[in-house]
């Protein structure tokens, strides 16, 4: 990808002094080395600029200067070691995968309460219904009469309609269907460090941060509307489950995309 197999000459400066008096000397423009690192003209502008920090987390800015270089035939490996990247302060990681184990409590008793009183509202009903039925069934049953064998028989007859009656009631005390689980919808498991960068759809912060290997984060349906991963290469991401590959979203080893209400993933455009 070197557009020269001789290294240039050291000129003194800056990286990016350096890298800009390359590029001119090359005769490329910014869009030029834009389209051939597949790295955003802005990244480009800034890497010139020495103005890092703008950049992101350091984890990949040396990343972006080796690319540059490389394709200029620059070596700025010396200088690498002393370039000063500001720390940007990681915001506090909130996790909110789980509901608060109060709500689900609470939750829980209030579908108990309601199942109770529409329980309750037609039991009540039926067992008055029923209840004279029963007296009359119980008082037939206990009269000796044989000559009158149409008495006992009525008995049986009325059995059925007093089983039928209580059907409701049976069908009303079944148990109402269990709620359904909340659903994970994406999930971002780390191999390796990883600056990360996860966005709400009004555009709060769902977190920022230097993730390193072994953590996790998980994020609801309806929660992300963008994310930055540096180091995508080190970054499992599943959604539903299912693996997502990065590479249509990843530059310079760097995934950007969106997430949509519907579930769908769209790279971010420069």
Known sequence: MMLSNEVAPDGGGSCGARLKS??????????????RLKMP??????????DLARIGAPVFVRGQLRSYARLLG????????RVAVAQVAP???????????YRRVFEQATRRAIYIVLTAAIAV???LATRPHLDSNLAVQSLDV?????????????????????????????????APAAQTALSLNFSGDSWVQVYAADGSTLE?????????????????ARVVLGNSSAVEVLQAGKPVDLAPFSRANVARFTLSSDGSLAPVAD
Do not use: N
């Open 22 to 35: 390359a590029r001119e000397r090359a005769g490329l423009s910014h869009a030029d080395v834009s389209a």
């Open 41 to 50: 003209t802005r990244v480009v502008q800034a890497l010139e600029d020495d």
């Open 74 to 81: 620059v070596d700025l490996e010396p200088e690498l070691d």
């Open 91 to 101: 915001s506090e990681l909130v996790s909110h995968t789980h509901t608060p184990r």
């Open 125 to 127: 009903p039926v067992w």
């Open 146 to 178: 044989p000559a009158m064998p149409a008495a006992t028989d009525a008995a049986p007859a009325t059995e059925p309609a007093v089983a039928a009656q209580r059907t409701p009631l049976i069908a009303s005390m079944a148990p109402l269907p269990a």
């Open 208 to 224: 920022q941060g230097l993730l390193g290997a072994g953590e996790r984060r998980s994020y609801g349906a309806g929660q992300v």
